[in-house]
């Protein structure tokens, strides 16, 4: 099993560019999170998905999208990245309402120039 | 959510014990604690959850005492390969909107 998976690991951007990173999870978890951590920083939850079917946002929604396309899959969009979006970015999933620990994937690094 | 505060820093030496104390004043009926585990370059690792009193697993302890404002994450004899940053988590009911806090980076020496 792959648990977390992200892509791209890498990318630089410029900044008005827009992309897409991505997040699959093969553990069958019914929730899934989007952090976003700055350097030295702590995380910050930019959305999360409770379910299936339903998306909310969470410290630092502005500037991004998110799709959950089915159970597997969490995207999440920068529309038109900024530098101040430069940071590494961390999807995690959630088994259920009973289970509060929290599987992350490897990050996906994004440099906004 | 209830809003966490932890020490910023803390050293230590191999083979001691360090204790990291967590306050959640506001912590909810409901709400659980946990504490994750970050080194650089990758995700948190989850570590250790409680509600009351005190939980053991094979890598740490948590305490909570009876009024559930604070809990203190017991790491047994660290090693070098302890030295992360430690984050507390307050989590309510289904842990769906988690906020983590600026943790404490735990620097262990030789």
């Known amino acids: 099993n792959a648990g977390v998976t992200q892509t791209p690991k890498f990318q630089v951007l410029k900044t008005g560019q827009s992309m897409t990173l991505q997040c699959a999870q093969d553990m069958n978890h019914n929730s899934m999170y989007w952090y976003r951590q700055d350097p030295g920083m702590g995380l910050r939850l930019i959305y999360y998905s409770a379910s299936e079917g339903t998306t909310d946002k969470g410290e630092v929604p502005n500037g991004y999208n998110v799709s959950r396309l089915n159970k597997r899959e969490f995207s999440l969009r920068l529309e038109s990245a900024a530098p101040s979006q430069t940071s590494v970015y961390f999807c995690?999933?959630?088994?259920?309402?009973?289970?509060?620990?929290?599987?992350f994937g490897p990050g996906t690094r994004l440099t906004v120039l | 959510l209830a809003k966490t505060t932890q020490p910023i820093s803390m050293d230590s030496y191999e083979g001691q014990e360090v204790n990291i104390t967590c306050s959640h004043n506001?912590?909810?009926?409901?709400?659980?604690i946990t504490w994750y585990q970050q080194f650089p370059s990758q995700g948190p690792r989850f570590i250790i959850q409680?509600?009351?009193t005190k939980v053991t697993n094979e890598v740490a302890s948590l305490f909570i005492p009876a009024d559930r404002k604070s809990s203190t994450l017991s790491l047994p004899r660290v090693s070098l390969s302890d030295t992360a940053v430690y984050y507390c988590l307050v989590v309510g009911t289904g842990g769906f909107k988690t906020i983590f806090g600026a943790g404490t980076r735990l620097f262990v020496k030789a």
């Open positions: 409680g509600y009351k």
């Open positions: 506001n912590i909810a009926t409901n709400d659980y």
């Open positions: 995690a999933t959630l088994p259920g309402v009973t289970n509060n620990e929290q599987f």
